[in-house]
């Protein structure tokens, strides 16, 4: 499964710099200078350096020296293998693709759905189908079996 650790934003300046929004929670490992990301494209940019200004990530790829080369790269996702993710040494911490597609049962045993996608937006939610938000915390939440491809969620009243 590839996962998006960037992506490749306007450029900055005029010798290539790109900004990059980053989704990944190390980018200093991830875009390395010397470190060869693949693309959603099906190709692969090679970062020659990193640097950050005001707060946003800027690159710059080997061979990509003109705001135009930058240009092109614009809205370009970099991607990696998700199992090049270090597993976590938590057992109850999660990455979020290791709980999408996750089948989601009550503690009673009902099929709820499958889990889609997660946020994060002040309080993490596993979103089940496309309109069942459920808060993941242990309350809610009390098993999460990676290897038997499901969870079990123990709903408050009106929250399904």
């Known amino acids: 499964m590839e996962l998006v650790v960037g992506r490749i934003g306007r450029p900055h300046g005029v010798r290539g710099d790109v900004t990059v929004e980053v989704r990944t929670d190390d980018p200093d490992l991830r875009f390395a200078p010397g470190t060869s990301i693949a693309t959603s494209t099906g190709g692969s940019l090679e970062i020659e350096s990193k640097r950050w200004h005001q707060g946003t990530l800027l ?17 370009t996702m970099m ?8 597993p976590l040494d938590d057992p109850d911490e999660f990455h979020d693709h290791q709980l999408i597609g996750l089948q989601v049962f009550t503690v009673g045993g009902d099929f709820v759905g499958e889990v889609t996608d997660v946020l994060h937006h002040g309080q993490d939610l596993l979103v089940v189908g496309s309109d069942v938000y459920i808060p993941f915390v242990k309350a809610l939440v009390p098993e999460v079996d990676l290897d038997g491809g499901r969870l079990v969620v123990d709903p408050p009243e009106g929250l399904l």
Not at 67 to 73: F, I, M
């Open 59 to 75: 690159l710059r790829f080997v061979g990509v020296t003109s705001r135009e080369d930058a240009e092109e790269l614009r809205n």
């Open 79 to 86: 991607v990696i293998d998700s199992s090049a993710v270090e």
